[in-house]
């Protein structure tokens, strides 16, 4: 069974850009969460979805937002890029509605703000 | 509120050792979930082990062990016999039950095998 997929890989982007960012889960999971990965902060959670609603959402402002397709792929999105949002951006994914689930991780999205 | 600490930033060992990485956690909830995970320098976090809150008993998958210790709400993690391709930062996480709240993840432990 293939794994997460995540789309594209690296990003460069500048300041005020935005960017969209994609994931593939595991056939047959319906659940997919979104990470941050920073040097300084560490791994911190987005927001997840599942059946195309979120969940959940972390304390991140609202230039970060997301979506959740019938098929269980997700997209997140970054408006008005700022240096800080520099980081990796993790995807997983889980079977069901329960977050205490394992989640599986995609390769994740190196994305650069300059 | 839940919170997980690691507080080996960085662990240095030779090829052959044995390695613990220590894991703290904290909730308030009974029922919990405790997971570890390996992110090699490729940034993929693999999953290495779920365990409950209702089950103590050690684990043991290979040269990879774990030690549950909720009288001191500890999960550590010990590789035995390091190798090289152990390399890699290791997370701890915890969720917690009903499972409405996302993980929560240690800052991470950078483990160096040197050959």
């Known amino acids: 069974k293939a794994g997460v997929t995540q789309t594209p890989r690296y990003l460069i982007k500048t300041r005020g850009q935005q960017v969209t960012l994609s994931c593939s889960p595991i056939s047959g999971h319906r659940s997919v969460s979104w990470y941050q990965q920073t040097p300084g902060q560490g791994l911190q959670f987005l927001f997840e979805?599942?059946?195309?609603?979120?969940?959940n959402k972390g304390n991140f402002p609202g230039r970060f937002s997301g979506r959740q397709f019938s098929n269980s792929r997700s997209e997140m999105n970054v408006s008005t890029l700022e240096l800080g949002d520099s980081a990796l951006y993790l995807c997983?994914?889980?079977?069901?509605?329960?977050?205490?689930?394992?989640?599986?991780f995609g390769p994740g999205t190196r994305l650069t703000v300059l | 509120a839940q919170k997980v600490t690691q507080a080996q930033t960085e662990i240095s060992v030779v090829e052959k050792e044995d390695v613990t990485l220590d894991c703290v956690y904290e909730t308030r909830d009974t029922t919990y979930y405790l997971f570890w995970y390996k992110q090699p320098p490729s940034g993929e976090l693999v999953f290495l082990i779920r365990r409950n809150s209702f089950d103590e008993q050690n684990e043991i998958s290979g040269r990879y062990s774990w030690n549950f210790q909720k009288s001191t709400s500890s999960f550590n993690f010990t590789i035995t016999a390091s190798q090289v391709v152990d390399s890699a930062v290791y997370f701890c996480?915890?969720?917690?039950?009903?499972?409405?709240?996302?993980?929560?993840f240690g800052k991470g432990t950078r483990l160096s095998v040197i050959a």
């Open positions: 979805y599942f059946s195309e609603t979120q969940r």
């Open positions: 997983a994914s889980s079977f069901g509605q329960d977050l205490t689930d394992t989640q599986y």
């Open positions: 996480a915890l969720s917690e039950a009903p499972g409405n709240t996302p993980l929560v």
